[in-house]
């Protein structure tokens, strides 16, 4: 049995490098193990032909369609990206022209639900173990707010999952996938989502640092300048002059032509200066608020770590406890094997479904389907019989 798998997380202003490039595959093909490159250039984007900047079109979309007479925050959520996919089985014989109409069914879902023209992009990624898409979400409100706790609160998360469950029916799907499955997934997902932001942080630092490093070296060849400025104390000069006419002095030429030299360039020099400071100043702070990103990261990445184990833990604990019971019960086995494709085909009746053998994980559960279907046909002819018998005796009373 196949299930929709529909997942969201929340990028700011900064994410959003690191966001394009996993999207994109710009940088991490190299890096990522469970990437295949020679299936990359199968993956494709159902709203750009080419590749885009993500924080430029994101940002100029917040610009035009967001009403407000404060500064956004900087750290105010910019994009909300959603994880759609299936189970993977559900993919298994799927033909491309299919999977694709899958895929595009489902942003349309999105784009009906929080607007058309908040839905920056649609990357599908066929190169990885299951086929799967990213879609971005701009979180403008109908108030044109920026506000993404406004809209994705837990009321519409739950309605959420529901409301695209019942739009995958007609794809053979189930809502949800099992939790200990679909939160390993989801976390395997964000781990590598974060080793790809905190390299991005990493090579960003660097550059800065590279930066700041050659504007230092600028300074100092300033100061250099500077001393030699400093040349013009160094000048012998004789005054010339008394009581009788105003002073004045005397140089070399030499000396003078260095003298108007020095005066031409001290003006630059200063100012030149001047803007050195202030860039250094810029990229020093920048490096700070880098490196503050990428404790924030990595501390992300360790609480995740150990969300993974506690879910690791949890998973075979379920498994164990499986295994425990089946083993307890295997007498029964059979016997629950039939009820359970009882149970499964009474569902499928009640969502109106067709039975489709795929439903069905052995030849038990379709005897047991097959136990359902037979009730489910004499409970219809009795039913039927009924209601002919009341129409007779309604008959024969009109006669009377």
């Given at each position: 049995?196949?299930y929709?798998i529909c997942?969201?997380?929340?990028?700011?202003n900064?994410?959003?490098?690191g966001?394009q490039i996993?999207?994109?595959r710009?940088?991490?093909?190299?890096?990522n193990?469970?990437?295949?490159?020679?299936?990359t250039?199968?993956?494709?984007?159902?709203?750009?032909?080419?590749?885009?900047?993500y924080?430029?079109?994101?940002?100029?979309?917040?610009?035009?369609?967001?009403?407000?007479n404060?500064a956004?925050?900087?750290?105010?959520?910019?994009?909300?990206?959603?994880?759609?996919?299936?189970?993977?089985?559900?993919?298994?014989?799927?033909?491309?022209e299919?999977?694709?109409?899958?895929?595009?069914?489902?942003?349309?879902?999105?784009?009906?639900?929080?607007?058309?023209?908040?839905?920056?992009?649609?990357?599908?990624?066929?190169?990885e173990?299951?086929?799967?898409?990213?879609?971005?979400?701009v979180?403008?409100?109908?108030?044109?707010?920026l506000?993404a706790?406004?809209?994705f609160?837990?009321?519409?998360?739950?309605?959420?999952?529901?409301a695209?469950?019942r739009?995958?029916e007609?794809?053979?799907l189930l809502?949800?996938?099992?939790?200990?499955k679909?939160?390993?997934?989801?976390?395997?997902?964000?781990?590598?989502?974060?080793?790809?932001?905190i390299?991005?942080?990493?090579?960003?630092?660097?550059?800065?640092?590279?930066a700041?490093?050659?504007?230092?070296?600028?300074?100092?060849?300033?100061?250099?300048?500077?001393?030699?400025?400093?040349?013009i104390?160094?000048?012998?000069v004789?005054?010339?002059?008394?009581?009788?006419?105003?002073?004045?002095?005397?140089?070399?030429?030499?000396?003078y032509?260095?003298?108007?030299?020095?005066a031409?360039s001290?003006?630059v020099?200063?100012?030149?200066?001047?803007?050195l400071?202030?860039?250094?100043?810029?990229?020093?702070a920048?490096?700070?608020?880098l490196?503050k990103?990428?404790?924030?990261?990595?501390?992300?990445?360790?609480?995740?770590?150990?969300?993974?184990?506690?879910?690791?833990?949890?998973?075979?604990?379920?498994?164990?406890?499986?295994?425990?019971?089946?083993?307890m019960?295997?007498?029964?086995?059979?016997?629950m094997?039939?009820?359970?494709?009882y149970?499964?085909?009474?569902?499928?009746?009640?969502?109106?479904?067709?039975?489709?053998?795929?439903?069905f994980?052995?030849e038990?559960?379709?005897t047991?389907?097959?136990?359902?279907?037979?009730?489910e046909?004499?409970?219809?002819?009795k039913?039927?019989e009924?209601?002919?018998?009341?129409?007779r005796?309604?008959?024969?009373d009109?006669?009377?």
């Amino acid at each position: 049995m196949s299930y929709i798998i529909c997942n969201m997380r929340k990028f700011k202003n900064a994410d959003l490098k690191g966001l394009q490039i996993h999207n994109q595959r710009e940088k991490e093909s190299h890096t990522n193990p469970d990437i295949d490159e020679s299936r990359t250039k199968l993956n494709y984007d159902l709203l750009h032909q080419q590749m885009i900047d993500y924080k430029a079109i994101i940002n100029e979309h917040i610009s035009k369609n967001v009403e407000t007479n404060r500064a956004i925050r900087k750290d105010a959520v910019r994009c909300c990206s959603f994880m759609i996919s299936a189970s993977p089985e559900f993919f298994e014989g799927l033909s491309p022209e299919r999977e694709k109409a899958f895929f595009q069914s489902n942003l349309a879902f999105l784009q009906e639900r929080y607007g058309k023209e908040n839905v920056m992009y649609a990357a599908v990624h066929k190169d990885e173990k299951t086929p799967h898409m990213h879609v971005g979400v701009v979180p403008i409100t109908k108030e044109k707010k920026l506000s993404a706790k406004q809209i994705f609160n837990k009321v519409e998360m739950k309605q959420l999952q529901e409301a695209i469950g019942r739009h995958n029916e007609k794809w053979g799907l189930l809502r949800g996938e099992p939790s200990d499955k679909k939160y390993l997934e989801m976390n395997e997902f964000k781990r590598e989502a974060l080793k790809q932001e905190i390299k991005e942080l990493e090579i960003q630092k660097a550059e800065h640092e590279q930066a700041s490093k050659q504007i230092e070296e600028r300074l100092e060849d300033l100061k250099e300048a500077a001393y030699k400025a400093g040349a013009i104390d160094r000048i012998e000069v004789k005054e010339i002059g008394g009581f009788l006419s105003s002073k004045s002095v005397k140089m070399s030429k030499e000396d003078y032509e260095q003298l108007k030299s020095l005066a031409r360039s001290a003006d630059v020099l200063r100012k030149e200066n001047k803007r050195l400071e202030d860039e250094n100043r810029l990229e020093r702070a920048r490096s700070e608020e880098l490196e503050k990103a990428r404790d924030r990261l990595s501390k992300e990445k360790t609480a995740l770590q150990q969300e993974n184990q506690e879910l690791k833990t949890e998973n075979l604990f379920l498994k164990r406890s499986i295994n425990k019971f089946i083993e307890m019960f295997k007498e029964q086995k059979q016997e629950m094997a039939m009820k359970l494709g009882y149970v499964k085909a009474y569902i499928l009746r009640k969502m109106k479904m067709p039975l489709y053998k795929r439903f069905f994980g052995s030849e038990l559960e379709e005897t047991g389907a097959g136990q359902y279907l037979s009730e489910e046909e004499q409970n219809e002819k009795k039913q039927k019989e009924a209601k002919r018998s009341k129409r007779r005796d309604h008959g024969m009373d009109m006669e009377r």
